[in-house]
T-cell receptor, first 114, second 116 residues
Framework: DAEITQSPRHKITETGRQVTLACHQTWNHNNMFWYRQDLGHGLRLIHYSYGVQDTNKGEVSDGYSVSRSNTEDLPLTLESAASSQTSVYFC?????????????FGEGSWLTVV | AQSVAQPEDQVNVAEGNPLTVKCTYSVSGNPYLFWYVQYPNRGLQFLLKYITGDNLVKGSYGFEAEFNKSQTSFHLKKPSALVSDSALYFCAVRDRGSGNTGKLIFGQGTTLQVKP
């Protein structure tokens, strides 16, 4: 079955280190997204991509970057991890062509910055 | 600006009783509306969506939701709650306007607790 996988599922890192969270989907979806989930804030959009070589900033993009070199992958990089980036990160994907398409989520990556 | 409100942080219901999780939205045009469920330490699972047509939408696990345009609401319902329905529920909206393809705006989430 097609799916969306994230790795690592859990990570502890130190302040100032660069961290990359991987996201891989096998649906061949053009649209991919990264959200973070924090208590009291729900899910907030970090970055998104509508296709290869396309990336866009979401509402909380500061300190994060993404790249889209192929359809299947959208890695999220924290350039210099900060304690404020301790969160749960969700990757998601959807088909394009219509805003009515369902967005499907991965299982999440729990990141702790100490 | 688009927004979604889930006015209740937690909803408690006895098993076998009907449940309602409330959601109201604000968008500039006609919305696409979604409900997701999240179990502990898991990702979000899609339950149902309203795109167009019948205002009553049926989804997974016996859930349904009613779209009410005049009240800008999209409440999630289930006729008979199960203990296994206990989870965190998110309402989300996507504007149909161009330039917004794919981006969802989420509510804060409502914890549903179903007691035996």
């Amino acid at each position: 079955d097609a799916e969306i996988t994230q790795s690592p599922r859990h990570k502890i890192t130190e302040t100032g280190r660069q961290v990359t969270l991987a996201c891989h989907q096998t649906w061949n979806h053009n649209n991919m997204f990264w959200y973070r989930q924090d208590l009291g804030h729900g899910l907030r959009l970090i970055h998104y991509s509508y296709g290869v070589q396309d990336t866009n900033k979401g509402e909380v993009s500061d300190g994060y970057s993404v790249s889209r070199s192929n359809t299947e992958d959208l890695p999220l990089t924290l350039e210099s991890a900060a304690s404020s980036q301790t969160s749960v990160y969700f990757c998601a994907s959807s088909e394009d062509s219509s805003s009515g398409n369902t967005i499907y989520f991965g299982e999440g990556s729990w990141l702790t910055v100490v | 600006a688009q927004s979604v409100a889930q006015p209740e942080d937690q909803v408690n219901v006895a098993e076998g009783n009907p449940l309602t999780v409330k959601c109201t939205y604000s968008v500039s045009g006609n919305p696409y509306l979604f409900w997701y469920v999240q179990y502990p330490n898991r990702g979000l699972q899609f339950l149902l969506k309203y795109i167009t047509g019948d205002n009553l939408v049926k989804g997974s696990y016996g859930f349904e939701a009613e779209f009410n345009k005049s009240q800008t609401s999209f409440h999630l319902k289930k006729p008979s709650a199960l203990v296994s329905d206990s989870a965190l529920y998110f309402c989300a909206v996507r504007d149909r306007g161009s330039g917004n393809t794919g981006k969802l705006i989420f509510g804060q989430g409502t914890t549903l607790q179903v007691k035996p």
